[in-house]
C-alpha cells in the first residue's frame, strides 16, 4: 500500500538543507493543501473501527464526557467490542491504546 491509498493529496517531500541564514528555509504554504487527519495511517481504517467511531460521534452528542457515560452509551447502542462482548472500562481502554497507536 502506498502513502497515496490513504491520502492522495499528501505531498512528497524534497530532502531540505536547513538555511543558515534567518528567513531563507522552505516551508510549505498554510492552506495549500488538504490536511486529512488519517494521512498518517499506515493502513485504512476498518469495518469495526469505523463502526466504533460512528457510535462514539453518537454517544459524545448524547452528552457524554467521563468514561462510564461513554461505555454506557455504547452499551446502549448494543455495540460490542472486537470479541463480540459488551463494552467495559477495561475493553475500552485497551482498544484506545491500541487504536492511539
Known amino acids: 500500500m502506498s502513502d497515496s491509498d490513504l491520502n492522495p493529496q499528501l505531498k512528497t517531500w524534497a530532502r531540505v ?53 461513554v461505555i454506557a452509551g455504547l452499551k446502549e447502542r448494543h455495540r460490542l467490542d472486537r470479541q463480540g462482548n459488551p463494552w467495559n472500562e477495561e475493553s475500552f481502554l485497551k482498544e484506545m491504546a491500541v487504536l492511539g497507536h
Open 17 to 69: 538543507i536547513p538555511s543558515s541564514e534567518p528567513g531563507k528555509g522552505r516551508i510549505e504554504q498554510p492552506g495549500g493543501f488538504d490536511n486529512r487527519v488519517w494521512q498518517t495511517r499506515e493502513r485504512a481504517a476498518e469495518p469495526f473501527e469505523l463502526e466504533l467511531v460512528a457510535a462514539l460521534e453518537e454517544v459524545f452528542e448524547s452528552g457524554a464526557t467521563e468514561l462510564p457515560q
